[in-house]
């Protein structure tokens, strides 16, 4: 089954401890990105990756990092987490950037 | 500045009464349109993709449309297992990013 898998799905965690949620596609997709949901603010891209080696900023990037070493796997970094970065967050992955994404179900994060 | 706007914010039908909902946007030139249906807690499931105006798609009850302005998804006879989130996102030419520009979603109920 065509899939893009995340984790955790629920994380909770106390402030500056540093922590990794994972994403994986299996889709042979070469775009991947990841975006934060808040109420009233909807859904905003924090990093993206054009292939392997290539990262980039979205709208939202500080107190994040990604790499991306092979093709299906995009973790999200997250080195000193604070309270202002309590969200669920999404992995998505695309054939390229102009084509639809396919999304993770979504990981619950809570920083206290 | 690039924008979506999704309107109305919530939407209660009865089961069986058709509607629509609106996406309408100001963009420096479209990729593409996408709609997404999102449930409570999981990550957005992918509807359908729109690239130019006059385009139309159909699923089951729904069928999306796009002009040069705005889409619109229509709901045919709902029934109550169509009740989630709508959300509508476009991707833009002038972003080499490949991001998704969301609006804030139309939640619908339908009830039985």
């Known amino acids: 089954e065509a899939q893009v898998t995340q984790n955790p799905r629920y994380l909770i965690t106390v402030t500056g401890k540093k922590l990794t949620v994972t994403c994986s596609q299996n889709m042979n997709h070469e775009y991947m990105s990841w975006y934060r949901q808040d109420p009233g603010l909807g859904l905003r891209q924090i990093y993206y990756s054009m292939n392997v080696e290539v990262t980039d900023k979205g709208d939202v990037p500080e107190g994040y990092k990604v790499s991306r070493k092979e093709k299906r796997n995009f973790p999200l970094i997250l080195e000193s987490p604070s309270p202002n970065q309590t969200s669920l967050y999404f992995c998505?992955?695309?054939?390229?950037?102009?084509?639809?994404?396919?999304f993770g179900q979504g990981t619950r994060l809570t920083v206290v | 500045e690039d924008q979506v706007t999704q309107s109305p914010e919530a939407l209660r039908l009865q089961e069986g009464e058709s509607s629509s909902l609106n996406c309408s946007y100001t963009v420096s030139g479209l990729r593409g349109l996408f709609w997404y249906r999102q449930d409570p807690g999981k990550g957005p499931e992918f509807l359908f993709t729109l690239y130019s105006a006059g385009e139309e798609k159909e699923k089951e009850r729904l069928k999306a449309t796009l002009t040069k302005k705005e889409s619109f998804l229509h709901i045919t006879a709902p029934k109550p297992e169509d009740s989630a989130t709508y959300l509508c996102?476009?991707?833009?030419?002038?972003?080499?990013?490949?991001?998704?520009?969301f609006g804030q979603g139309t939640t619908l109920q339908v009830k039985p």
């Open positions: 998505a992955s695309s054939i390229d950037r102009g084509t639809e994404a396919f």
């Open positions: 996102a476009v991707k833009v030419r002038s972003s080499n990013t490949g991001k998704l520009i």
